[in-house]
């Protein structure tokens, strides 16, 4: 199994980038997928949350309204769009399938996880 994250980088206050997640080795549309990032010297905690037909999604609260995660189950691969990027969204940014009927924000729940991708924010 495999979970390959891109398209981090460093971007200025207010910017946006897309990340991607593509996947192998499982059987995708079974999956819950999920986006969780992790900042120096914090606990990992779940960005955003998506159900494997992709028609429900979920967000945490900080990021509600500037992220949008979309999958597409024919290329096994799920996207978080981060628009008005602020400096407290830089951390590494972490892919996780899930195959639970849960929609979890938990990380322990997620089976599988992505390498990461640095997203820098800059002020």
């Known amino acids: 199994v495999q979970l390959q994250a891109s398209g981090g980088g460093l971007v200025h206050s207010g910017g946006s980038l897309r990340l991607s997640c593509a996947a192998s080795?499982?059987?995708?549309?079974?999956?819950?997928m999920g986006w969780f990032r992790q900042a120096p010297g914090k606990e990992r905690e779940f960005v955003a949350g998506i159900r494997r037909s992709g028609g429900t999604t979920y967000y945490a609260n900080s990021v509600k309204g500037r992220f949008t995660i979309s999958r597409d189950n024919a290329k096994s691969t799920v996207n978080l769009q981060m628009n008005s990027l602020k400096p407290e969204d830089t951390a590494a940014y972490y892919c996780?399938?899930?195959?639970?009927?849960?929609?979890?924000?938990?990380?322990?729940?997620?089976?599988?996880w992505g390498q990461g991708t640095l997203v820098t924010v800059s002020s």
């Open positions: 996780a399938a899930d195959r639970s009927n849960a929609a979890s924000t938990t990380a322990s729940d997620y089976e599988y």
């Open positions: 080795g499982i059987t995708f549309r079974d999956y819950n």
